[in-house]
């Protein structure tokens, strides 16, 4: 990493930006797509003036492409922000402080360490800067952009004036599915084994672990108990998210509310700072014992640019015999004759190379706006007024369809039930069967104009057991009213089978069937389906027959009965059943087990048992 001097970009915005140089090692090269850098760089251009500023104001995004011998060798991008930076002091107290970036590995320590090297955090800060980044992830998701490589070594924070993330490493991201060079991932912050890298649901499981280690103030945490106090629903998001199914991880839309939510309760009271005589911050010798400080004495993740000297400048001329920026949308073969901007190490010394101004973006009333549309030029497309549901559409975003069975008419609504939610959002396709494999998803929608297409799930009236999948557990009363997915336990229910349409004969065939539960769909589409439904009984007595053999264990109340399979690993022998409760007189002396359910009566049993 290099510092660019004497060149500016975004120069309407104060003045511009500084520009930092990321030159590739030559053992990374044969890996490179420098196609996929290039469509990295062209990103802003393609996005509304909105979006692109955003995207430019929250990350170091690639600016530019840097060529050696028509070879893709490197990137330009903005300098990080001063405010993401702060003078580090030495917990010893032996120097005045040096300038670092802000890394948020540095707030994965105690709360003494994070005071003495010169910063002041309180939990509201913490809790503000997870809100910030997972409303970040929720808008890079919607652009299409995973991160991929989500840790502390990527990125830095601020708390003046208000706390928020900047994410740099950006060439690392995945845009639209394809990745610059081949997906890593730092020590310790690996999501699980045989999962696909940088997807929307890899980026929530390292949030997650980003949310632990920063309340659990530890580099390796993964105990989501760690949020409970500070909230148990934080810390039901946290153990939803490391989910070992991705599928079945909430999004960063979930999290972005949770923490909001919970802003005003958190303290504002920055963490306590010890100070030796003459003032300088530092550690107790106790909490300096445990303290995992980023190591060396750059900032964490190595990303700083630095400052080159004089014969660090002409050592990198000599190396850059011919350097080609690739610009926005000029390419490599552009005219050399374009003005140059006088891109040079310094005053006095020459740059031989075809350097071409590159604005990421200009606000309105300036020389280019966010498309690269110079003034005094015609733009290409006006964009149209028209709504567009579809392609303003984000994870968590609910419609109503008031269309037709053969055609779907989005309306934006409030995620109620009745309403269709996007679970997710596919890029680069309008094949309605890519959201085929997405986990309770009922309807697809594209969109030609934006090349995506949403994966909506149905929010049914009856309640979540409508999504339930063969060996879920599911309750609810009996007649009309809410049924929910729960976990498996004695009086509710284990799913055998689900069909579609309201066909109860379906179920007829499957054993143990004792119930079936039917979900009407929205008016205007095939979504009514039927649940074939098991009652999970308290042992194998409950669906024990005449004549069948079980092992009893235990006497009185604390008696089970299971079904080995086999009469001579059993003790006890079914000599008759009856559908009524307590109907001990049914069995004549033999021994009998009953039960029931107070909302079910009518899968009540009492069953006769004699020894063998």
């Known amino acids: 990493m290099h510092q660019v001097t004497n060149k500016k970009i975004n120069k309407a915005v104060g003045g511009g930006w500084g520009v930092a140089y990321k030159e590739y090692s030559p053992a990374v090269l044969p890996e490179l797509d420098a196609a996929a850098l290039a469509a990295q760089v ?6 509304s003036a909105e979006e692109g500023r955003w995207l430019c104001d929250k990350t170091a995004w690639p600016a530019a492409v840097v060529q050696r011998n028509g070879r893709t060798c490197g990137l330009l991008m903005r300098l990080v922000p001063d405010q993401f930076q702060f003078t580090f002091r030495s917990l010893a107290g032996t120097s005045g402080g040096t300038r670092r970036l802000a890394n948020l590995e540095y707030l994965l320590n105690t709360d003494t360490y994070v005071a003495g090297i010169g910063l002041n955090i309180s939990e509201r800060d913490r809790v503000m800067l997870l809100a910030d980044l997972a409303a970040t992830l929720k808008r890079l998701h919607r652009i299409g952009i995973t991160v991929g490589d989500l840790s502390p070594k990527n990125l830095l924070f601020t708390t003046d004036p208000e ?3 900047f994410l740099i490493d950006c060439d690392a991201m995945r845009l639209q599915g394809i990745t610059t060079l081949p997906q890593a991932e730092t020590p310790d912050w690996q999501i699980p084994a045989g999962e696909e890298k940088a997807t929307r649901s890899s980026d929530v499981y390292k949030f997650a672990l980003l949310a632990i280690r920063l309340f659990a103030h530890d580099q390796t945490a993964t105990d989501s108990a760690t949020l409970t106090t500070l909230s148990p629903k934080l810390a039901d998001l946290a153990r939803a998210s490391l989910s070992q199914d991705p599928a079945r991880r909430p999004t960063p839309t979930a999290w972005a509310e949770q923490l909001t939510a919970i802003v005003p309760v958190a303290s504002a009271a920055p963490a306590a700072t010890q100070r030796r005589r003459g003032g300088s911050p530092v550690a107790s010798s106790a909490s300096n014992s445990s303290v995992t400080p980023p190591p060396g004495n750059a900032a964490p993740g190595g990303g700083q640019p630095r400052q080159m000297s004089g014969g660090q400048i002409a050592a990198l001329i000599a190396g850059l015999i011919a350097v080609v920026l690739v610009l926005g949308n000029v390419s490599s073969g552009s005219d ?4 140059a901007d006088a891109y040079t190490p310094s005053q006095t010394e ?15 009333g300036g020389d280019s706006d966010a498309s690269g549309v110079t003034a005094g030029e015609e733009e290409t497309e006006t964009p149209s007024a028209t709504p567009d549901p579809v392609g303003d559409a984000e994870i968590g975003s609910c419609f109503y369809d008031v269309g037709t069975r053969t055609e779907v008419d989005l309306v934006a609504t409030d995620c109620t039930t009745g309403a269709f939610e996007v679970v997710d959002i596919r890029y680069g396709t309008t094949d309605l069967g890519r959201c085929a494999d997405v986990t309770d998803s009922d309807r697809s929608v594209s969109s030609f104009r934006h090349d995506l297409v949403l ?3 149905y929010l049914n009236p009856g309640g979540d057991a409508y999504h339930a999948e063969q060996g879920d557990c599911v309750y609810g009363p009996n007649g009309p009213g809410i049924w929910r997915t729960v976990p498996c336990e004695t009086g509710n229910f284990t799913v055998l089978a689900v069909y579609g349409g309201d066909d109860a004969s379906n179920c007829d065939g499957w054993p143990r069937y004792n119930l079936w539960k039917p979900f009407l769909g929205p008016n205007n589409a095939d979504l ?9 009984y308290p042992d194998d007595m409950g669906y024990a027959e005449v004549r069948q053999c079980l092992l009893k264990r235990g006497s009185g109340d604390t008696a089970t009965f299971t079904n080995t399979g086999s ?8 000599t008759g059943r009856t559908s009524d409760y307590g109907a001990t ?14 909302e079910y009566p009518e899968l009540a049993y009492t069953v006769c048992y004699r020894w063998r």
């Open 42 to 47: 062209d990103l802003p251009r393609t996005l």
């Open 163 to 165: 706390p928020e993330c």
């Open 336 to 339: 050399s004759s374009s003005t």
């Open 350 to 364: 020459a740059f031989d190379a075809d350097m071409r101004t590159y604005e990421p973006y200009e606000p309105p």
């Open 455 to 457: 994966c909506l799930s």
């Open 528 to 536: 009514d389906r039927v649940l074939c439904l098991s009652m999970n």
């Open 567 to 574: 009469c001579s690993t059993s003790n006890v022998v079914v």
């Open 585 to 598: 007189a049914f069995c004549r002396g033999d021994g009998w087990s009953t039960w029931r359910s107070s």
